[in-house]
């Protein structure tokens, strides 16, 4: 193909310019892509996957990232520098293919304890060198370059190049073996279950409805962990969750969550209500007792009631024609099962994926409520910095469509250290005892896909 990039004008440019190439290609795993970064692409690749399997994202190297500290404007600052750098792009190749841009806020700008999350920013968004997308059955690889020079046919070969390199090693099927954990230990659990008991006197006392309180589990390793190991135990071990995985620098940060925070295609929005939750049974039988346990319990239908009631008014702020159900349903994953109502409406003119994720964080499931006094108290009494745990995580294009997980079941990577995260919500006769036996089913899909002992 020859460059075709040089006849858009580049010429007194005063803002970066979006270049991409894509083409199709046939029987490439996206796993393997994912793999075939790691020699020159390391700590700077992601990966998606969406809970329908219609659609897989993955990134190799930053053509532009978007980065952000501190609490405020981080979403608006992402939308603006997107909206900019998406208004002058320049495609060759398969025209209906968009940019996709990556990446996930922080749970709590305002928390500072050190931690693994130390090097993190409060917005970290990537657009990909190299973007292989899978979307209902049919792949293609976007090279994508932002500059404010104008593109030469050197660079645009060099990254033809390479873009076929990467095909090639993409095509050799590597299996990986399971991590294997050589050490465990529980950060913070005093703190953890007093603090489960201090909040519930909060509560009671009516400083608070309902408050999330998450804990850390810690593993360590003989040798390093690779992004691609991990990801190969989640796509095979957790087939109905969203699957993301991220590098920044050290750190790798992955998870298979059962929730949607928000969707939106072609101005349909899409949010699920998932709070409550009890364990999968070891027979069928076993299993639907459960499952209509959960639905018949009255601490769970009001933990639920809270974040249907939530995300239901946020919805009729920024959508129209809202749909609700009249009642929850049943979400099965392997390990646990959620109470979960599905809520659709059509967005507002004004409105956009990032307004409503802005609005949507954190839902109660994932703080409390009221949301304010519920996250002042998550920041006196929580013994950790959750990071990217049971934030936002996902992608948007260059046409307002997107969508975003709620990054629960999910870990954290550092070279032969992991990090685990599970939390619950405490009401007002909530018990200690029975919240941390809630997080260790919690931790089972990352124990799993990390080698880690479970108690079945």
Request: charged share 20%; glycine share 6%.
């Amino acid at each position: 193909m020859q460059a075709k990039w040089l006849q858009a004008t580049t010429e007194g440019l005063t803002k970066p310019t979006l270049y991409m190439e894509t083409i199709e290609v046939a029987n490439l795993s996206a796993l393997s892509f994912f793999a075939a970064g790691q020699a020159s692409y390391q700590q700077k690749r992601f990966y998606w996957q969406n809970r329908e399997k219609t659609l897989t994202l993955v990134g190799l190297g930053h053509a532009y990232t978007i980065t952000h500290q501190g609490e405020h404007e981080r979403f608006t600052t992402v939308e603006q520098q997107w909206q900019q750098l998406t208004q002058s792009m320049h495609k060759e190749g398969v025209a209906h293919v968009q940019p996709m841009l990556f990446g996930g806020f922080t749970f709590d700008p305002a928390n500072i304890i050190a931690s693994e999350w130390a090097t993190f920013p409060d917005a970290f968004f990537a657009l990909a060198t190299f973007q292989f997308v899978e979307r209902d059955g049919r792949s293609y690889v976007t090279i994508q370059t932002v500059t404010n020079a104008q593109v030469d046919d050197k660079t645009i070969q060099a990254l033809r190049d390479e873009r076929d390199a990467l095909i090639q090693q993409a095509q050799q099927q590597v299996s990986y073996k399971k991590p294997v954990a050589t050490s465990y230990f529980e950060p913070h659990k005093i703190e953890y279950l007093a603090s489960i008991d201090r909040v519930t006197d909060l509560i009671q006392q009516q400083q608070a409805e309902k408050v999330v309180i998450a804990r850390p589990l810690a593993l360590t390793f003989d040798e390093a962990v690779l992004p691609e190991q991990t990801m190969a135990q989640v796509l095979s071990e957790q087939p109905n969750s969203y699957l993301f995985g991220l590098e920044h620098e050290e750190l790798f940060f992955f998870g298979a969550s059962p929730e949607r925070l928000v969707k939106v295609d072609n101005k349909q929005a899409y949010s699920s209500c998932v709070a409550g939750s009890i364990k999968r049974g070891t027979t069928d039988e076993e299993d639907a007792q459960l499952g209509q346990t959960l639905l018949q319990d009255a601490k769970n239908l009001g933990e639920h009631q809270y974040v249907v009631d939530m995300i239901a008014d946020t919805f009729k702020r920024h959508c129209t024609e809202v749909d609700l159900p009249t009642g929850p349903q049943l979400l099965k994953i392997r390990d646990i099962q959620h109470l979960f109502t599905p809520v659709e409406g059509r967005l507002r003119n004004e409105a956009t994926i990032l307004s409503l994720v802005q609005h949507l964080h954190p839902t109660p499931a994932l703080g409390g409520v009221p949301r304010e006094a519920a996250m002042s108290i998550i920041r006196e009494y929580e013994p950790m910095n959750r990071g990217l745990y049971a934030a936002p995580i996902g992608w948007l294009d260059a046409e307002g469509n997107g969508e975003f997980a709620v990054a629960i079941r999910s870990a954290a990577i550092t070279n032969k250290d992991a990090y685990l995260y599970a939390g619950g919500g405490i009401v007002a006769d909530s018990e200690a005892q029975s919240e941390y036996e809630e997080t260790l089913v919690k931790f089972r899909p990352m124990l799993r896909a990390l080698g880690g002992k479970i108690d079945e």
